[in-house]
């Protein structure tokens, strides 16, 4: 819509959503391009908004419903070996587009880059050091209702995150066994032969 159809339909003076727009526009939630106008041959350009890719996800979305659909559907036609292969899969996929990123780096350099594991700037994943060791603490999982559902669904960030760092990696701590944070243990004394790794599930929960 342009400004006036706006103004219109919600109701308010055109200046008022003209200002609301600008701030609209500059926080990344609508864009503005310019409409043809073959009517008039002078005057100002009319631009209409609509929602970005950013803005669209403020409105109700199914996705979680959707993807617990498709795996209790690939579970019970498939069985569970194609799932892991399945799950597997999105690993070595997840692994190939970080290496080039973790080439040459220390660990902690790595950890570092890791906190972006699920979103760019994630302000919510924090690497953890204390005297026992090091953790990837996760405070938010955006995956949390499927996972909740599909533990095997969290194999994927074990085994993405222990490939990159080189070492052996546990998740400690569970959203699904009522803890407040997903915290992945780096054990750094504990090197993987990444040349005859493959993906596995982890074990259940004690």
């Avoid at 066994?177 to 090197?191: I, K, M, N, T």
Wanted: glycine letters at 6%; a negative charge.
């Amino acid at each position: 819509m342009t400004i006036a159809e706006l103004a219109e339909r919600v109701g308010v003076t055109y200046e008022a959503t003209r200002q609301q727009v600008v701030q609209m526009e500059r926080e990344g939630w609508i864009t503005g391009k310019i409409r043809r106008n073959t009517t008039r041959s002078a005057g100002r350009p009319i631009s209409q908004y609509s929602l970005t890719s950013l803005g669209d996800h403020l409105f109700p979305k199914g996705y979680d419903r959707l993807a617990i659909t498709l795996i209790d559907t690939a579970a019970e036609t498939l069985g569970m070996d194609a799932v892991r292969r399945m799950l597997a899969a999105v690993t070595t996929e997840q692994v190939r587009a970080w290496e080039p990123l973790m080439r040459g780096k220390s660990i902690d350099e790595r950890l570092a880059l890791l906190r972006n594991l699920y979103t760019e700037g994630d302000p919510f994943m924090e690497v953890e050091h204390t005297a026992e060791g090091t953790r990837l603490i996760e405070r938010n999982c955006p995956y949390l209702n499927v996972a909740m559902r599909h533990p095997a669904l969290c194999s994927i960030s074990v085994s993405v995150v222990s490939q990159l760092l080189g070492v052996k990696v546990l998740r400690e701590e569970r959203f699904q066994s009522g803890d407040q944070c997903c915290a992945f243990r780096v054990l750094a004394d504990q090197p993987i032969d990444l040349s005859s790794y493959h993906f596995d599930l982890e074990p259940a929960a004690a």
